[in-house]
Structures are given as C-alpha cells and as structure tokens.
C-alpha cells in the first residue's frame, strides 16, 4: 500500500493508471478505523482493479460547537488494519493540501434533501461533506466510490451530487456494519461511559421496534411517539426519530411503501445515528 498526502502526486499516479485502463474505487473516510470502513473496501473491489482510500479529517464539515479536535486520530492503527486489505494507495492530506487558499469555497450546488433529518440540527455540515467530497472526487477522479447506509442521508446526498453534477462515478451503498448487540459501529461510540454504551443499544432496538409496529398495523405517529418516549426515559437527547420515503428523505404518509426510520440522538457527549430500510 502507497502512502501519499499530496494531491498532485496522488493525482499523477491515478492518470497513469487510468491511461492504463485500469479502474478506480474510492472509499472516503475519517479515520479512526472499524469494520464498518473496512466493509467498504470488500464492497467496491468487484468493482476496480485499484483502490484508493483516503482519512481525511474534514474542518468543514464540523461547526463551532462540535467535535472536531477531539476527533479520534489513531493513523498507525488505521494502516495496520489496511495493510491486511487489498488497499493500493492510502491518501492522507492535511488541511493545506486540500484547503491551500485557507477557509473552503463551496464546490457544489446543494439539493434540497440537505436541510432534512440531520441537516436540521447541523445546517452546514452536508455543504462541508459535499464540498470535500467533490474536491476528493477531483483528485482520486474514481470510476466507483463506496458510501455507507449509516450515513443514509449522506449516501444520498452524494448521488444526487453525482447526478447534479454530471460526475461520470458509479457510487455505491454498504450496508450498516454493527457491534454483536446492534449497536452500529461508529468512531463516535468510544465517547460513550460504559453505562452510555450499554443504553446505546435502545437507539437500534427502538428502530427494529417502530419497524415492527408499522409492519403490523401501527399508525407511524403512534410508532414514532412511543418510540421518542422511550429514549427520552433513558436520558437520550432526541434529534429526530422520523419515518421517511427513502428516495426523498420526506415525511412518509399512509400507503407509502418504501421507507427509512432514521434516527439522531444524545447519548452523553455523543451524538449516534443509525436507521433501518423498511419495505411495507
Ligand atoms: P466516517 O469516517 O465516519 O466519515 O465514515 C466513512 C465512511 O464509512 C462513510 O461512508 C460511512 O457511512 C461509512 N461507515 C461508518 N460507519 C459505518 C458502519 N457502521 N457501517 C457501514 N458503513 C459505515
């Protein structure tokens, strides 16, 4: 595996193998490594003949107020967990290399799916997502890019973007990697005391829980209601725990079928996402 942390070198690399004909897959990540980054790479090689995986922690995307110095860095743990995987080049930027002319410049048009469910709460976070990954799209100039569906709404996001944009990149959804008692794997769980962690677990048992009432027959609100409540009783801090159309991000309505439950909530100083795909 090829460590580089310049664009330009990354990017001249990536021309001559494409000259070769050789197709790219990209798996953008922040780092601080678990199965569910991992899963992304098994994903996308029936897909490319090299793959390029980039840690990246992206100012942009977090505000004032959130997490981004204390952000978990463990870049030597990280590269002995993708020595073990068929990874031909680790990008590692730091912040001058993709950000040279200091504060980030929006490099894409936001769609409105943008000011849905988390972008709520963090109004400019899909605009800093967006952004960087249209100026790693730029560098990395993939034909396939991974994306997991913990991030639903980002995932989507991202193929809009491709869409709007007329990127010619093929992009791609893991499904939701999970710790043996459900919780789903994020780099975030380490913030969790251990009373936290063993309460996490509610924010994935609620959502299986609203799946199966709306399967039998439970109007959504009521689901939804009871599902809140039971958080709120376990000293969660409730972002939103919504049923939506899964194509729009919308609030879904009696008769709609294809849905998401996605739900944000506080659990201590961590703030966990995680949703479900519901077919009725
Ligand atoms: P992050 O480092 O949190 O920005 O995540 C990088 C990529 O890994 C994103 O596409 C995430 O959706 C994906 N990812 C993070 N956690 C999981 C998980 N538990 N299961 C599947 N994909 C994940």
């Known amino acids: 595996m090829k460590i580089i942390s310049s664009p330009q070198f990354l990017q001249q690399d990536i021309l001559r193998l494409k000259k070769e004909g050789k197709h790219v897959g ?18 996308i090689q029936p897909y490319c003949d090299v793959i390029v995986f980039s840690i990246f922690i992206n100012p942009a995307q977090f505000s004032a107020n ?35 002319f200091g504060s980030p410049r929006t490099t894409t048009k936001l769609h409105k799916l943008t000011q849905k469910l988390c972008g709520v709460s963090r109004p400019d976070h899909f605009k800093g997502v967006t952004t960087i990954i249209n100026i790693l799209f730029n560098i990395v100039l993939p034909d396939v890019a991974a994306f997991g569906k913990k991030d639903y709404q980002q995932y989507q996001i991202i193929k809009l973007m491709t869409e709007d944009l007329f990127l010619p990149i093929k992009i791609i959804g893991g499904e939701i990697i999970r710790e043996p008692d459900g919780l789903a794997m994020s780099s975030r769980n380490r913030y969790l005391t251990d009373e936290e962690r063993k309460k996490a677990i509610l924010l994935h048992q609620s959502i299986l829980a609203t ?10 609100e009521q689901a939804t209601e009871s599902a809140i409540k039971k958080l709120k009783e376990n000293t969660f801090k409730v972002d939103y725990f919504e049923i939506v159309k899964r194509n729009n991000l919308k609030s879904a309505k009696h008769g709609d079928k294809k849905l998401l439950i996605a739900a944000a909530a506080w659990l201590g100083r961590s703030r966990l996402i995680d949703n479900q795909e519901v077919n009725l």
């Open 66 to 100: 959130e997490d981004f110095n204390s952000y978990p860095k463990t870049l030597r743990e990280d590269i002995q967990k993708l020595d073990k995987l068929n990874v031909d080049y680790l990008f590692t930027p730091q912040n001058v290399d993709i950000y040279p």
């Open 26 to 43: 990209f798996v953008p990540t922040m780092g601080n490594l678990h199965n569910g980054h991992l899963s992304l790479v098994n994903l």
């Open 211 to 220: 799946s199966h009432k709306i399967n039998s027959g439970i109007s959504f």
